[in-house]
């Protein structure tokens, strides 16, 4: 976490070398692994910048990392339970179909996949397997992917699951591992670069007790979960968070999740909202990408936080298809929703507003 810290100050001394005078502001944008440095920023480095962006944090790898084979490993448990690429789109489509209008809006988006209670079952098949059904093992390994990675003694959630929504991206996932996790549990938690993940079994408590174990040795060095930013805070720092609820890569409630500690140890959301905002994107993937509105300014509401004092209420997010924008989408600041207006065309912004959270 360091190394960005460094670097951030060699820059300051180089910008007030060439330039005469230092940086009246500071500003850090990152995403995934960015945005895990972004965190690490604003907890252990608080006086370096005024404003931060962290897009779908990696802040939490000790738990992510395991939590990204665990897909992996609910769909090799045997042939049986392996997800054909072809029937993705099959239970997207029917994820989407059964959620989408949850918000009171028909628009392909699942707004808040936790509301959604989608059950992949309905595509189970009456008889012999075909491409347009889910043999039992199949709706088992989505089942378990949904629900994410639990302690097999306890049932305690260990690492959230991916959301209803997010299936088109799983090939990545349910096949071999991300090379990321895999090299983490290679070099550090089992330093031992042979290692085979098909050897550990997630379901086993003495194996799982591994992974608690790593996350008590490692999670001081990578870890970016302090939710204590009184001194960022005191320093008049403003951070903005923001997350696509179709993340195929890093759970989307760990932002939350985050989000809600920072508030719990401020004491109320009121006070946590006049420094830190959290933007949930429905349909958009891992830092970009999907089917929602993943083209937006978040630097330059920022600014405007950080300089004008004006907080970011609203972001507006534009769908760019064909290079062309296909629709826009206000983002509200969690935990508020999108609401419709009720007339107007469903593909401006200004046909929406933020509401009360549902």
């Avoid at 920022?302 to 206000?330: C, H, N, Y």
């Amino acid at each position: 976490y360091r190394a960005i810290h460094e670097m951030t100050k060699k820059s300051k001394l180089i910008v007030e070398a060439y330039y005469g005078k230092a940086p009246a502001h500071s500003y850090f944008q990152g995403c995934s692994g960015g945005g895990q440095q972004a965190l690490a920023e604003a907890q252990r480095y608080p006086a370096d910048y005024d404003g931060i962006i962290a897009g779908a944090p990696a802040n939490f790898p000790t738990r992510m990392w395991p939590g990204e084979v665990w897909p992996a490993f609910v769909t090799h448990r045997s042939k049986a339970y392996e997800i054909p690429l072809e029937k993705l789109p099959l239970i997207h489509e029917a994820a989407v179909k059964a959620c989408d209008a949850l918000d009171g809006e028909q628009d392909g988006l699942i707004e808040d996949p936790r509301q959604c209670n989608f059950d992949p079952a309905v595509l189970q098949c009456k008889g012999a397997d075909a491409k347009d059904c889910l043999t039992a093992q199949q709706v088992d390994s989505v089942k378990k992917i949904y629900d994410g990675l639990r302690d097999p003694t306890t049932g305690e959630l260990f690492w959230p699951g991916y959301e209803p929504g997010s299936e088109l991206d799983w090939p990545g996932h349910i096949g071999e591992p991300f090379v990321i996790p895999l090299s983490y549990f290679k070099y550090m938690v089992f330093n031992n670069p042979d290692w085979d993940w098909k050897t550990f079994d997630f379901t086993d408590p003495k194996d799982f007790a591994i992974l608690y174990d790593a996350d008590a040795r490692y999670g001081p060095i990578l870890n970016a979960t302090d939710p204590d930013l009184t001194a960022f805070r005191l320093l008049g720092g403003k951070l903005i968070l923001w997350h696509g609820w179709a993340d195929q890569n890093i759970a989307p409630r760990n932002t939350i999740n985050y989000y809600n500690s920072v508030v719990e140890d401020v004491g109320s959301e009121a006070e946590a909202q006049k420094f830190v905002r959290l933007f949930m994107i429905p349909g958009v993937g891992h830092c970009r990408g999907g089917e929602g509105p993943d083209t937006f300014d978040m630097v330059s509401a920022l600014e405007q936080w950080v300089e004008k004092g004006v907080a970011p209420d609203m972001v507006i997010a534009t769908k760019i298809k064909d290079g062309k924008p296909a629709f826009s989408r206000p983002l509200c600041p969690y935990p508020q929703t999108i609401e419709y207006k009720g007339s107007g065309s469903m593909n401006d912004a200004a046909n929406f507003v933020c509401g009360k959270p549902k």
